[in-house]
């Protein structure tokens, strides 16, 4: 019962509820058998008005009710409901390899993955630490797992493009900072909870093979063995492209479509989820998404305001009921 009830023995105060019924009802037959022993029933007829005697029980079972839902309240009804985290950490890491330039994402990639990422700091929950990667050839950390988020904004607000991908690197670094503030707080046990959301466009090149020793999918495995999970974020389109410099020294234009498989394979063996935005409202809806789910957990918690409300609620309207039709009170 305590798994349901914060105050399971207020609910012996039914029995009060369950008492009161009961001398209502005695009420009723005592006073019905003293009017049929000394009234006439002709002239009792004439006088009662049937459709206040039909629902002149009524108000007496709304007050009824209305009790009993506030012993409920009172027994403080327990559920489960989303409340913010008080302590997290999570790393955003974003690709800024050459790709990233391409404007079929209005104003381009880079800069609608700016917005997007400064919405979420934003409006991520106050006292979550928040950090942030950028990769390309190279990972670089620019700002480490802290609760002031302007220090993300920004650092997302510098972003420079760079030359090749190396999602596993950018991988490897948050779980490196990561790692360092656990260890800074105490230990894996004294840890909060972690999570790493990667927003990327293209497919890995460096290494070539994903799962080599530094690859994206040897990070998103050890994400896995640290329980630390990595939503991925396919951001962009299968037409995008940009204009690079060629062999011949000419510019030439580029295909650049996103990979879908290997984010959506890395975030499958890490636990995460995979995501993909095509616009920057659609990137803005899955930060929203990944911000409720980081931001928040499911608690148990005290429920107890709407049966409050409604028993009081059905208590006044018994009361104005009996007023009304009965002209006094149940």
Do not use: C
Request: proline share 5%.
């Amino acid at each position: 019962m305590s798994r349901w009830f914060g105050h399971p023995w207020w609910l012996l105060s039914i029995l009060l509820v369950v008492a009161l019924v009961a001398a209502y009802v005695i009420e009723m037959r005592r006073r019905k058998t003293r009017a049929l022993r000394f009234a006439n029933l002709d002239v009792l007829r004439s006088v009662t008005p049937g459709a206040r005697d039909r629902f002149r029980h009524v108000p007496f079972g709304v007050l009824a009710v209305g009790l009993l839902l506030l012993t409920i309240a009172m027994a403080g009804p327990l559920a489960e409901r989303d409340v913010p985290r008080n302590r997290a950490t999570v790393m955003l890491v974003v690709d800024v390899s050459n790709s990233m330039m391409a404007t079929d994402v209005a104003p381009s990639r880079l800069e609608a993955a700016q917005a997007a990422g400064k919405r979420f700091a934003d409006e991520l929950t106050a006292g979550i630490n928040l950090g942030l990667v950028s990769f390309a050839g190279t990972a670089s950390t620019l700002v480490s797992p802290t609760p002031d988020h302007n220090a993300t904004k920004n650092a997302l607000g510098k972003l420079k493009l760079a030359d090749k991908t190396a999602t596993g690197e950018g991988i490897f670094a948050a779980l490196d900072q990561i790692q360092t503030l656990n260890s800074a707080l105490g230990g894996d046990s004294h840890a909060p909870p972690a999570h790493v959301v990667l927003l990327s466009d293209g497919k890995q090149t460096v290494p070539e093979s994903p799962n080599a020793e530094r690859g994206g999918f040897t990070a998103a495995r050890k994400a896995k063995e640290e329980n630390i999970p990595v939503s991925t974020i396919s951001f962009g389109t299968l037409s995008g492209t940009v204009e690079l410099e060629g062999p011949n020294g000419q510019m030439q234009r580029v295909p650049v479509p996103v990979d879908d498989d290997s984010l959506r394979q890395i975030a499958n063996i890490s636990g995460g989820n995979f995501y993909t935005a095509s616009s920057l409202d659609e990137l803005n809806k899955v930060y929203s998404t990944l911000r409720e789910q980081i931001g928040t957990e499911r608690q148990r918690g005290d429920n107890s305001r709407p049966w409050m409300i409604a028993g009081t609620l059905l208590v006044l309207a018994g009361t104005a009921g009996a007023l009304f039709l009965n002209r006094r009170l149940p």
